[in-house]
Protein backbone atom coordinates (compact mmCIF):
# COMPACT_ATOMS: atom_id res chain seq x y z
CA UNK A 1 0.00 0.00 0.00
CA UNK A 2 1.19 3.24 -1.31
CA UNK A 3 2.28 5.82 1.83
CA UNK A 4 3.19 9.47 1.45
CA UNK A 5 5.21 11.07 4.34
CA UNK A 6 6.13 14.77 4.97
CA UNK A 7 8.53 16.56 7.13
CA UNK A 8 8.72 18.26 9.47
CA UNK A 9 4.78 18.65 10.16
CA UNK A 10 5.44 22.58 11.02
CA UNK A 11 8.23 25.04 9.94
CA UNK A 12 8.40 28.59 11.21
CA UNK A 13 10.89 30.84 8.88
CA UNK A 14 11.23 34.61 8.72
CA UNK A 15 9.99 36.51 6.23
CA UNK A 16 12.32 36.33 2.64
CA UNK A 17 13.87 32.89 2.93
CA UNK A 18 13.83 30.55 0.49
CA UNK A 19 12.50 27.23 1.56
CA UNK A 20 11.85 23.27 1.12
CA UNK A 21 9.11 21.47 1.94
CA UNK A 22 9.93 17.38 1.06
CA UNK A 23 7.58 14.55 0.26
CA UNK A 24 8.33 10.87 0.25
CA UNK A 25 6.54 8.00 -1.17
CA UNK A 26 7.08 4.60 -0.92
CA UNK A 27 5.81 2.87 -4.13
CA UNK A 28 7.17 4.75 -7.07
CA UNK A 29 4.90 3.63 -9.51
CA UNK A 30 2.98 6.83 -9.75
CA UNK A 31 1.44 8.79 -12.78
CA UNK A 32 1.43 11.97 -10.84
CA UNK A 33 2.22 14.15 -7.85
CA UNK A 34 0.24 16.90 -6.72
CA UNK A 35 1.23 19.90 -4.24
CA UNK A 36 -1.79 21.47 -2.60
CA UNK A 37 -2.10 24.43 0.07
CA UNK A 38 -4.83 23.98 2.19
CA UNK A 39 -5.58 27.72 4.72
CA UNK A 40 -7.10 26.95 8.00
CA UNK A 41 -10.94 26.40 7.83
CA UNK A 42 -10.75 25.91 4.02
CA UNK A 43 -10.41 23.45 1.25
CA UNK A 44 -7.71 22.39 -0.60
CA UNK A 45 -6.73 24.54 -3.31
CA UNK A 46 -4.16 22.76 -6.40
CA UNK A 47 -0.78 24.62 -6.67
CA UNK A 48 1.01 22.52 -9.05
CA UNK A 49 0.88 18.77 -10.92
CA UNK A 50 3.80 17.33 -11.62
CA UNK A 51 3.59 14.15 -14.45
CA UNK A 52 5.69 10.93 -13.69
CA UNK A 53 7.43 11.96 -17.12
CA UNK A 54 8.59 14.85 -15.52
CA UNK A 55 11.41 16.76 -13.72
CA UNK A 56 9.36 19.95 -12.29
CA UNK A 57 7.07 22.30 -12.62
CA UNK A 58 7.20 25.87 -11.87
CA UNK A 59 4.05 28.46 -10.79
CA UNK A 60 5.21 31.87 -9.78
CA UNK A 61 7.60 31.28 -6.68
CA UNK A 62 6.86 27.86 -6.57
CA UNK A 63 8.77 25.22 -8.10
CA UNK A 64 8.03 21.73 -7.41
CA UNK A 65 10.53 18.61 -8.34
CA UNK A 66 9.83 14.79 -8.87
CA UNK A 67 12.34 12.22 -8.39
CA UNK A 68 10.29 9.33 -9.23
CA UNK A 69 13.16 6.32 -8.73
CA UNK A 70 14.04 7.52 -5.28
CA UNK A 71 10.43 8.13 -4.10
CA UNK A 72 11.11 11.92 -3.26
CA UNK A 73 9.44 15.38 -4.32
CA UNK A 74 9.99 18.95 -2.94
CA UNK A 75 8.01 21.82 -2.92
CA UNK A 76 10.40 25.27 -3.07
CA UNK A 77 9.20 28.37 -1.98
CA UNK A 78 11.31 31.60 -2.91
CA UNK A 79 11.35 34.91 -1.03
CA UNK A 80 8.32 33.67 1.08
CA UNK A 81 6.00 35.83 2.54
CA UNK A 82 3.80 35.78 5.29
CA UNK A 83 0.83 35.38 3.11
CA UNK A 84 2.29 31.99 2.11
CA UNK A 85 1.39 30.86 5.51
CA UNK A 86 -0.73 27.39 5.07
CA UNK A 87 -0.80 23.68 5.68
CA UNK A 88 1.06 21.70 2.29
CA UNK A 89 0.40 18.51 1.20
CA UNK A 90 1.12 16.36 -0.98
CA UNK A 91 -0.35 13.75 -3.14
CA UNK A 92 0.73 10.78 -5.19
CA UNK A 93 -1.89 9.17 -8.36
CA UNK A 94 -1.18 5.90 -8.72
CA UNK A 95 -3.39 5.91 -11.92
CA UNK A 96 -4.72 2.67 -14.07
CA UNK A 97 -7.75 3.92 -13.21
CA UNK A 98 -7.80 3.70 -9.40
CA UNK A 99 -9.28 7.29 -8.71
CA UNK A 100 -7.52 7.59 -6.16
CA UNK A 101 -4.65 9.57 -4.87
CA UNK A 102 -2.60 9.08 -1.81
CA UNK A 103 -2.06 12.20 0.83
CA UNK A 104 0.42 12.58 2.93
CA UNK A 105 -0.57 14.39 6.26
CA UNK A 106 0.97 17.94 5.12
CA UNK A 107 3.66 20.44 6.60
CA UNK A 108 2.15 23.77 8.82
CA UNK A 109 4.69 27.04 7.54
CA UNK A 110 4.63 29.91 9.29
CA UNK A 111 6.22 32.75 7.85
CA UNK A 112 7.04 35.33 10.53
CA UNK A 113 6.86 39.26 9.69
CA UNK B 1 -17.23 31.58 -10.02
CA UNK B 2 -18.71 29.36 -8.02
CA UNK B 3 -16.64 25.63 -8.27
CA UNK B 4 -17.13 22.98 -5.78
CA UNK B 5 -20.00 24.02 -3.31
CA UNK B 6 -20.95 22.19 0.01
CA UNK B 7 -23.79 22.54 2.51
CA UNK B 8 -23.77 22.66 5.50
CA UNK B 9 -20.54 24.19 6.57
CA UNK B 10 -21.08 23.39 10.01
CA UNK B 11 -23.96 20.78 11.67
CA UNK B 12 -24.00 18.95 15.09
CA UNK B 13 -25.97 15.47 15.34
CA UNK B 14 -27.02 13.34 17.83
CA UNK B 15 -25.64 9.83 17.78
CA UNK B 16 -28.44 7.65 15.39
CA UNK B 17 -29.66 10.53 13.96
CA UNK B 18 -29.35 10.91 10.03
CA UNK B 19 -28.11 13.32 7.78
CA UNK B 20 -26.66 14.54 4.14
CA UNK B 21 -24.20 16.24 3.15
CA UNK B 22 -24.44 18.05 -0.05
CA UNK B 23 -22.39 18.56 -3.18
CA UNK B 24 -22.19 20.47 -6.47
CA UNK B 25 -20.01 21.68 -8.84
CA UNK B 26 -19.90 24.04 -11.90
CA UNK B 27 -16.99 23.11 -13.54
CA UNK B 28 -18.93 20.59 -16.04
CA UNK B 29 -16.43 18.05 -14.55
CA UNK B 30 -17.19 13.85 -14.73
CA UNK B 31 -15.63 12.48 -11.47
CA UNK B 32 -16.37 13.78 -7.80
CA UNK B 33 -15.37 12.59 -4.70
CA UNK B 34 -15.86 12.57 -0.99
CA UNK B 35 -12.69 12.68 1.23
CA UNK B 36 -12.84 12.94 5.36
CA UNK B 37 -10.28 15.16 6.86
CA UNK B 38 -9.11 14.06 11.24
CA UNK B 39 -6.27 15.65 12.36
CA UNK B 40 -3.13 13.07 12.45
CA UNK B 41 -4.89 10.94 9.90
CA UNK B 42 -5.06 12.76 6.90
CA UNK B 43 -7.21 13.25 4.21
CA UNK B 44 -9.21 9.71 3.49
CA UNK B 45 -10.98 8.83 0.22
CA UNK B 46 -14.98 7.77 1.74
CA UNK B 47 -16.67 7.23 -1.97
CA UNK B 48 -15.89 8.72 -5.48
CA UNK B 49 -18.05 8.87 -8.73
CA UNK B 50 -15.78 8.22 -11.99
CA UNK B 51 -18.96 9.23 -14.03
CA UNK B 52 -22.28 10.03 -13.97
CA UNK B 53 -24.53 6.61 -12.93
CA UNK B 54 -21.62 5.03 -11.36
CA UNK B 55 -20.06 5.03 -7.83
CA UNK B 56 -17.57 2.98 -5.81
CA UNK B 57 -15.77 2.36 -2.52
CA UNK B 58 -12.91 4.18 -1.37
CA UNK B 59 -10.69 3.67 1.72
CA UNK B 60 -13.51 4.67 4.52
CA UNK B 61 -16.84 3.60 2.83
CA UNK B 62 -18.29 1.73 6.08
CA UNK B 63 -21.01 3.81 7.75
CA UNK B 64 -21.72 5.90 4.56
CA UNK B 65 -23.92 6.11 1.52
CA UNK B 66 -23.74 8.57 -1.60
CA UNK B 67 -25.72 9.20 -4.69
CA UNK B 68 -24.96 10.67 -8.14
CA UNK B 69 -27.82 12.52 -8.72
CA UNK B 70 -26.64 13.97 -12.27
CA UNK B 71 -23.68 15.45 -13.82
CA UNK B 72 -23.52 18.46 -11.11
CA UNK B 73 -24.46 17.01 -7.84
CA UNK B 74 -22.70 14.02 -5.23
CA UNK B 75 -24.42 13.62 -1.91
CA UNK B 76 -23.04 11.55 1.42
CA UNK B 77 -25.71 10.02 3.70
CA UNK B 78 -25.11 9.05 7.29
CA UNK B 79 -27.76 6.64 8.19
CA UNK B 80 -27.31 6.77 11.61
CA UNK B 81 -24.73 9.04 12.48
CA UNK B 82 -21.92 7.70 15.43
CA UNK B 83 -19.14 10.10 17.33
CA UNK B 84 -16.45 8.68 15.36
CA UNK B 85 -17.80 10.48 12.20
CA UNK B 86 -17.26 13.57 13.58
CA UNK B 87 -14.64 14.99 11.26
CA UNK B 88 -14.27 17.02 8.34
CA UNK B 89 -15.75 16.80 4.55
CA UNK B 90 -14.73 17.72 1.86
CA UNK B 91 -15.97 17.37 -1.83
CA UNK B 92 -13.97 17.30 -4.36
CA UNK B 93 -14.37 17.11 -8.56
CA UNK B 94 -12.13 16.70 -11.92
CA UNK B 95 -12.42 15.79 -15.57
CA UNK B 96 -9.50 13.13 -15.22
CA UNK B 97 -7.08 13.20 -18.19
CA UNK B 98 -6.49 10.63 -20.53
CA UNK B 99 -4.37 7.49 -19.82
CA UNK B 100 -6.01 6.78 -15.79
CA UNK B 101 -4.82 9.27 -14.08
CA UNK B 102 -6.89 11.48 -11.85
CA UNK B 103 -5.86 14.85 -12.78
CA UNK B 104 -6.30 18.35 -10.71
CA UNK B 105 -8.67 18.18 -8.02
CA UNK B 106 -10.95 21.03 -7.31
CA UNK B 107 -12.11 21.00 -3.86
CA UNK B 108 -15.10 22.97 -1.87
CA UNK B 109 -14.62 24.49 1.24
CA UNK B 110 -15.68 21.65 3.65
CA UNK B 111 -18.58 20.84 5.98
CA UNK B 112 -17.96 20.42 9.77
CA UNK B 113 -19.74 17.47 11.43
CA UNK B 114 -20.17 16.87 15.07
CA UNK B 115 -21.57 13.64 16.50
CA UNK B 116 -22.46 13.59 20.23
Known amino acids: KQEVTQIPAALSVPEGENLVLNCSFT??????LQWFRQDPGKGLTSLLLIQSSQREQTSGRLNASLDKSSGRSTLYIAASQPGDSATYLC????????????FGKGTKLSVIP | NAGVTQTPKFQVLKTGQSMTLQCAQD?????MYWYRQDPGMGLRLIYY???????DKGEVPNGYNVSRLNKREFSLRLESAAPSQTSVYFC???????????????FGEGSRLTVL
Open chain 2, 92 to 106: ASTTPPRGGSTGELF
Open chain 1, 27 to 32: DSAIYN
Open chain 2, 49 to 55: SASEGTT
Open chain 2, 27 to 31: MNHNS
Open chain 1, 91 to 102: AVDEGAGSYQLT
